[in-house]
Nanobody, 124 residues
Framework: VQLVESGGGLVQAGGSLRLSCAGS????????MAWFRQVPGKEREFVAA????????YYAESVKGRLTISRDNAKNTLYLQMNGLKPEDTAVYYC??????????????????WGQGTQVTVSS
């Protein structure tokens, strides 16, 4: 199983980016998918997750109303639409997956597969 993120970059505060995570090696169906982020010296933190069908989403309080997670199982791709970006959103963003047993999963240790990360930098 391989996950590859793309779409990161440098953007001004208030701007937008869309991250993508392409999966290979197996189908996305049946797996919960998530985005985490990490800044140097801090623990990796949960951003958002979406269940196997796309019908349920979960967000960290800090990103609610600004970031939107979605998925396209036919394309084996996960997305994160990021609007109204703030300097504090600056981080390396990682996608992750694990089998979906119907529970919201927000902890790093609950995910089995990880991408290599993509850098998002928001300037003030």
């Amino acid at each position: 199983v391989q996950l590859v993120e793309s779409g990161g970059g440098l953007v001004q505060a208030g701007g937008s980016l869309r991250l993508s995570c392409a999966g290979s090696g197996r189908t996305f169906s049946g797996y919960i998918m998530a985005w985490f982020r990490q800044v140097p010296g801090k623990e990796r933190e949960f951003v958002a997750a979406v269940n196997w069908s796309g019908g349920r989403t979960y967000y960290a309080e800090s990103v609610k109303g600004r970031l939107t997670i979605s998925r396209d199982n036919a394309k084996n791709t996960l997305y994160l639409q990021m609007n109204g970006l703030k300097p504090e959103d600056t981080a390396v963003y990682y996608c992750a997956s694990t089998r979906d047993y119907g529970l919201a999963r927000r902890r790093v240790r609950e995910y089995d597969y990880w991408g290599q990360g993509t850098q998002v930098t928001v300037s003030s």
